[in-house]
């Protein structure tokens, strides 16, 4: 087997770095290791692997702030649902009949769509998780794709059953998160947080004990945050009064939060993460975004649910922009009683959502989410000379508002090529395709079975 190359020299693409640098019409990127040791105008490097990225646009690997990975299998079977149904059919439902290897193969092939269409940086929100056994099986598949994660491990949310106590009373298993994390301490590639209920969706002991172990694991702590009425309506300033709230922790969705309290979570500097397309599209209310701006913050994006869309990052920059900008158009035509002189949001912005802001919500920023010296060698190249494409007038705008999966030619991760010349490296797609849908039909079928 052929080794990789020690230093690879990437030439002549335009390079967004979304850093300082700002952008080169035409540069040179060196990647030394896994690390980008060099972006020039023009580089020498004499015993570098040289790979001509003429025609080619380069941009930070993108970054999937929140998708429940678990769900691959069952693509577009949630795709007409509300938010009220998906607790139903899904959590209550479809979720209770996975097994560890379900698991397995639906995480594998998630990571695998990611690296594909663009996303070097998954975070994976997994909270379909019984045993143990089904820990090991998703996070093995995202070892196995290749792709830089971050396991976010949840808890399930079935209906109790008789006897039972339900998932909203039940604290998060320390032991097993301790567990995970002794098990995969300096993974490259790897890192576990965790993914709690928050005081919409448990009651205050609940919450108490949870923000507390992340504080002291020195964890993550991402939660959703909205979808009916909260389980405990005071939780957010009990948990102030704790002290337990800071810049580890991450709010999904946030359609519940009143201004107060938005206002207060952004001088904590706590994160948000949106996922647009699924909120307009389940009934949550729109995206938290236009909040944000106006307090100085920006989201990071996540896909959410492959169960009902489809897992492509640029696609979800495209439609938060699109949404904000439409109801920023409203409210000032509501005012002024015409068009706006200008876009409030520029397509720039809309690509650090899914670049620097979800690296800032993992607290990688000095790692990843842009193109840097010293950085992570994550990166993309889109290629620009494809129909779709041409002309290109604005790199940026081309990146974000032509840019298509077609267009996605190659990804590397922490300096090792993933993709290449639009196809996957080192995976057999076949066999793992066909584990799949022989797993979304069984999970679909049981369901099915059990509801006559």
Excluded at 147 to 157: E, V
Excluded at 358 to 367: E, F, N, T, V
């Amino acid at each position: 087997m052929a080794s990789t190359p020690a230093r690879t020299l990437i030439r002549g693409a335009t390079i967004v770095t979304m850093d300082a640098q700002g952008d080169l019409p035409s540069g040179d990127i060196l990647v030394t290791g896994d690390t980008l040791t060099e972006i020039a105008p023009a580089i020498q490097a004499d015993d570098a692997q040289v790979v001509d990225a003429t025609g080619h646009i380069i941009i930070p690997g993108l970054v999937n702030a929140h998708m429940h990975t678990w769900q691959t299998a069952l693509r577009g079977l949630a795709a007409n649902w509300t938010l009220l149904e998906y607790f139903k059919k899904m959590h209550a439902g479809l979720a209770t009949v996975f097994t560890p290897d379900d698991l397995h193969i639906a995480t594998l092939v998630g990571s695998l769509n990611q690296l594909n269409c663009g996303t070097t940086t998954l975070a994976d929100w997994c909270h379909n998780n019984p045993t143990p056994a089904h820990n090991d099986a998703a996070i093995s598949g995202l070892l196995a794709s290749g792709i830089r994660a971050a396991f976010f491990h949840g808890t399930p949310k079935p209906d109790p059953l008789p006897g039972q106590a339900p998932f909203w009373e039940v604290p998060h298993p320390r032991a097993e998160i301790e567990r995970l994390l002794k098990a995969h301490q300096g993974q490259p590639l790897l890192s576990v947080q965790a993914a709690v209920l928050g005081p919409h969706y448990s009651t205050l002991e609940v919450a108490l004990h949870d923000f507390a172990m992340a504080k002291e694991l020195g964890l993550i702590a991402s939660l959703h945050q909205g979808g009916g009425p909260a389980r405990t309506p005071d939780g957010w300033r009990q948990l102030d009064m704790a002290g337990l709230l800071g810049d580890h922790i991450n709010i999904v969705h946030g359609h519940a939060l009143n201004d107060v309290q938005l206002q207060r979570f952004c001088e904590l500097g706590m994160s948000f993460s949106a996922a647009a397309e699924s909120e307009m599209s389940q009934g949550h209310g729109h995206p938290l975004t236009g909040r944000l701006r106006a307090l100085g913050r920006a989201p990071s994006l996540g896909v959410d649910l492959e169960s009902v869309m489809s897992g492509d990052m640029l696609t979800q920059a495209r439609i938060a922009l699109g949404i904000q900008r439409s109801l920023d158009n409203v409210a000032y035509r509501e005012t002024y009683g015409t068009i706006p002189p200008t876009s409030t949001i520029t397509t720039r912005e809309a690509l650090s959502w899914v670049t620097v802001e979800g690296a800032r919500m993992l607290k990688q920023s000095h790692r990843i989410g842009s193109l840097a010296a010293g950085k992570q060698a994550d990166l993309v190249l889109i290629r620009a000379t494809d129909l779709n494409m041409q002309p290109v007038h604005d790199p940026v705008n081309s990146v974000v508002m032509q840019t298509s999966l077609a267009n996605i030619d190659s990804v590397m991760v922490a300096g090792r090529w993933k993709k290449r010349h639009g196809q996957l490296l080192g995976v057999d797609l076949a066999p793992q395709l066909a584990a799949l849908q022989a797993s979304g039909q069984k999970i679909a079928e049981a369901m099915l079975l059990s509801n006559k």
